[in-house]
């Protein structure tokens, strides 16, 4: 008997785009292990070479990257006829009409109908809202299942679009780094603490809040900025001019884990986050995370390690309060909340999901 066929729609996939990009790596490596199903991707040509050495198959379709959110309308119901398709998964675009077979969808986060400029301005981004609002919002109707990746993003999609709904939660989870890294040891007096931002600059990660705690830190200290220049950049350029201060830009995987190995403290001041990828990550990498009390964030990070986000001062007293034997406890504290974030729980979450969206 032929294994059911299910085609996962990642033609909005860019290398560069975070979370997304996570959200996509995460997804076809559990789909790599579903022996009980076959996979098909479609995914754009320019990006064959990331996706050839998986033991799925692949459709690799041409089109102009600036219209990578739009494709998905036309090219979807075409891709289920030709590959026989029993059922799409849409991991990170908007489920298409006329499917002609069930659909499932995962929503990220529903930042943009909380924040009217969460997109900046500009007739792309004003394209970029339309899209996110009406059509990707419409579209959670359409599909049959739907995937939130935190219970926070679950709750928004009940609260923001339809108290009918009713998503899975299916968290990211999170590889360990090769070679395991070293016990991260508190600095000692004369060194720099290093303190790591990750994440693209938008206005809800909320760096002026960190730039603003620094002056309040009485330790020596560093900071390194990772993450790409999106439209909360221009806001924080004029504040980035100490030498104490490195502003990386947009990083490939392998500088992202040199800055994690390195860094003692990752700081993530975000006004909003539907999962946080990167503070899971520096967890798993023996660093220790302090983040914004924000609803996301309780689902996971010690109540010790959250701080309030009317003063920065609390922040620069949370980091004034460290030393080596708070630090240790602390990182033990968090690494027992991420143990959750297994690959074992995402394919359990995915082998559910799929087998409900093909009864």
């Known amino acids: ?41 479609a995914h754009h040509a320019q990006y064959g070479s990331l996706f050839r050495g998986l033991p799925l198959g692949t459709v690799p379709i041409e089109f102009p990257s600036r219209i990578r959110f739009f494709v998905s309308a036309f090219f979807m119901p075409q891709l289920v006829r030709k590959v026989r398709a029993n059922a799409v998964h849409c991991e990170i675009s908007a489920v298409p009409s006329l499917l002609g077979v069930p659909a499932s969808v995962t929503v990220a986060d529903l930042h943009f109908l909380m924040d009217p400029t969460a997109f900046g301005s500009g007739l792309r981004k004003r394209i970029m809202r339309f899209y996110w609002e009406r059509y990707f919002c419409k579209s959670l109707r359409r599909a049959k299942l739907i995937k939130a990746i935190s219970r926070t993003t679950r709750e928004d999609v009940r609260r923001l679009v339809s108290s009918s709904l009713s998503p899975f939660v299916i968290y990211p989870f999170v590889n360990p780094s090769s070679p395991p890294p070293s016990r991260k040891v508190w600095p000692g007096s004369g060194e720099p603490i290093r303190l790591l931002f990750l994440g693209s600059i938008v206005p809800r990660r ?26 909360g950049f221009r ?117 559910a999901m799929f087998h409900r969206l093909l009864e």
């Open 235 to 351: 806001d924080v350029e004029q504040r980035l001019g100490d030498s104490r201060i490195r502003c990386h830009g947009y990083v490939s995987n392998e500088e992202r884990e040199s800055l994690l190995l390195k860094c003692h403290i990752l700081i993530a001041p975000s006004l909003y986050e539907g999962f946080g990828y990167p503070v899971v990550e520096a967890i798993s990498r023996g660093c220790l995370a302090l983040t914004s009390d924000v609803s996301v964030f309780r689902e996971y990070v010690p109540e010790q390690c959250r701080f309030d986000l009317s003063d920065p001062r609390s922040l620069a007293c949370m980091v004034n309060q460290l030393d080596a034997q708070h630090y240790d406890r602390l990182r033990d504290l968090s690494r027992a909340q991420i143990k959750q974030f297994s690959p074992v729980e995402h394919r359990a979450g995915h082998r």
């Open 1 to 41: 008997m032929p294994k059911p066929r299910i085609l996962l729609d990642v033609l909005a996939f860019s290398p560069r785009d975070g979370g997304f990009a996570t959200l996509v790596t995460n997804l076809l490596e559990t789909c790599s292990v579903l022996e009980e199903f076959e996979f098909v991707v």
């Open 206 to 231: 909320n760096l002026p809040f960190l730039l603003r705690a620094l002056p309040a830190i009485e330790r020596t200290w560093e900071l390194d900025i990772a993450g790409s220049h999106w439209w």
